[in-house]
């Protein structure tokens, strides 16, 4: 199929009622997404989207969403004046830097600027996304690969039973922001005590089962900055992958309120000088992954 090449004005505003879904985010929220039914993107055919949080019609409003894109579909080149992060869980996406295979996680810094595609001869990707959620200037480019298990990059996590391993994909020390990875193994059980700033659990693979309530595979979980210190009894009988964020809620709730007073989240490059905005080098997809790729699919 050929590439789809499209033009469009990326920060149209969409007729009809506000986007809010889960926007207050003093809230618990809780999404199995594998229920929720695709919402076309109004600006590129090919592009569906499963809302988590937002707020706005802008197409880089505050927001938190499972992002499909079609095989072949090219997003013109644009702006994330607030950054952007992003975990693969299927698919290939590409854009300059090279190519994200599932597993890898990545963070773009403010004024980051690129024009990602699926390429045609790829099956649709599909991704975990944050739009519009970075206000810390000066933020390092991120690009981790999950599914390298390399010991140097893992450690073990407390647990009750059982085994967790732990891979930290990002800290902030002035936001208390903290990004990272769990493997929890078959049989393991924690008791969680709620980090402050607030708390997101997005479970990748596997099942998770908080105070007896059983969390599938794509489930959502935000715990509001509120519930610092309240405890979880957690457990994976048959195991899982979880994306985990805390500390984070207090910084992106300041996001959310521009949002609410009608400042424009603009994409356009053009607001910047060409100096100012980042692009990133690239980084290919190590010989290491591809030879893996052979033996073992991604978890």
Avoid at 105 to 129: F, G, K, T
Avoid at 183 to 188: M, V
Avoid at 216 to 224: D, F, Y
């Amino acid at each position: 199929m050929a590439a789809r090449m499209l033009t469009h004005d990326q920060d149209a505003l969409v007729e009809g009622p506000t986007i809010n879904v889960n926007s207050e985010l003093g809230r618990r929220a809780m999404i199995q997404t594998a229920a929720v039914p695709w919402s076309p993107s109004p600006w590129i055919p090919g592009i569906n989207r499963k809302f988590l949080d937002r707020y706005g019609n802008g197409q880089f409003v505050p927001s938190t969403s499972v992002v499909s894109f079609a095989s072949g579909v090219r997003d013109p080149y644009h702006a994330h004046p607030h950054g952007e992060e992003f975990y693969v869980l299927s698919g290939v996406f590409t854009d300059h830097t090279g190519d994200y295979l599932p597993g890898f996680y990545v963070r773009h810094p403010m004024r980051w600027c690129h024009a990602p595609y699926v390429d045609p001869q790829n099956d649709d990707a599909v991704l975990w996304v944050k739009v519009s959620q970075v206000a810390e200037e000066g933020e390092p480019i991120i690009v981790k690969d999950t599914c390298d298990l390399d010991p140097s990059e893992w450690e073990d996590a407390p647990s009750t039973s059982g085994r967790i391993r732990r891979r930290p994909l990002h800290t902030s020390q002035r936001t208390g922001e903290r990004v990272w990875i769990e493997l929890w193994e078959p049989g393991t059980a924690n008791l969680v005590t709620q980090p402050a700033g607030g708390e997101e659990v997005f479970v990748i693979s596997g099942s998770l089962l908080e105070n007896g309530v059983a969390h599938p595979a794509l489930t959502w979980i935000r715990n509001p900055p509120d519930g610092e210190g309240k405890c979880w009894a957690r457990s994976a009988p048959e195991g899982c992958k979880l994306l985990m964020k805390s500390g984070h809620l207090p910084m992106v709730s300041m996001l959310y309120a521009q949002a609410k007073d009608g400042s424009l989240f603009s994409s356009s490059v053009l607001q910047y000088r060409e100096e100012e905005r980042i692009h990133g080098s690239a980084h290919g997809v190590d010989v290491r992954r591809r030879e893996r790729e052979l033996e073992t699919p991604p978890r």
